[in-house]
């Protein structure tokens, strides 16, 4: 049985976020998501700090972000951790 407290990845290219279920459903549900984004974020500093801008700059604009809006790389990272805990949270309403 998977609990929500079980570590899940999101993989980009170069990059893997780790995060439980919780925080991904934490920072991924219908309506303004920014306040949780910011929460979870705060909690995966130690994985945040480790990313580069440049390497994030590419991978948000493989996933479509214009370099216009990728000039502050906070915002980048709270982008990531909104994708991240998307994906994660897709992939856990695909296995159930």
Known sequence: M?????????????????????????????????????FVAAQLDDQLDQIGPALLRDVLKEWGYEKEVLVDHEDNLLTLVW???????????QSS
């Open 83 to 93: 994708l991240a805990a998307g994906q994660i949270v897709d992939e856990e309403g």
């Open 2 to 38: 998977i609990m929500e407290n079980d570590t899940r990845e999101a993989y980009f290219d170069g990059i893997v976020l780790s995060m439980t279920l919780k925080q991904a459903k934490t920072a991924s549900h219908p309506g303004q998501c920014d306040e949780d984004v910011a």
